[in-house]
């Protein structure tokens, strides 16, 4: 697709308004459109872990929890393919859960960071660092690049 912002098409100044305010309706719709499959895909993280985290915990067995994870993940992976289903994001799905227990307070974050924006901060041991990197992100619009340098 090419960047067409620049070009200017030749024709009639409402011809060129037309095309101005059609490249914003679609860059609108298409920001709009990220943003809901952002949310949406955050949002499943978060519910798949806390929902294997409640069986896991339920049961209390650490072999059994070894095992339904790596089963849950070759299931998942054989129905919706391996991106995004190893085992390892998984247990980052869990992990999110378990740092993020309170739906009411993840919820309005993962409106505004992306998945990757709570990856960064998980590894902090501090929760109030984590929530504190977390409101300043949301909060000051920080990209994944600056709220990765600001947190180490």
């Known amino acids: 697709m090419k960047d067409n912002k620049e070009i200017i098409i030749s024709g009639s100044v409402e011809q060129q ?12 719709a298409r920001g709009h459109v990220a943003a809901t499959a952002n949310y949406e895909l955050t949002m499943m993280y978060w519910h798949i872990g806390e929902r294997i985290n409640r ?5 209390q067995r650490a072999e059994y929890g070894k095992q339904i994870v790596a089963q ?10 391996k991106k995004g289903f190893e085992e390892r994001t998984i247990r980052r799905m869990m ?3 378990q740092m993020f227990p309170d739906i009411q307070i993840v919820s309005p974050l993962v409106s505004k960071l ?3 924006h709570f990856l960064i901060v998980m590894p902090l041991k501090d929760e109030l660092q984590r929530e504190f990197y977390l409101t300043m992100a949301a909060s000051e619009r920080w990209s994944k690049r600056t709220l990765r340098q600001l947190s180490q």
């Open 17 to 28: 308004s037309l095309i101005k305010d059609l490249r914003q309706i679609i860059e609108q």
């Open 55 to 59: 069986e896991v915990l339920g049961n």
């Open 72 to 81: 849950v993940a070759t299931q998942l992976q054989e129905d919706y393919g």
């Open 95 to 97: 992990q999110f859960a």
């Open 114 to 116: 992306s998945w990757s």
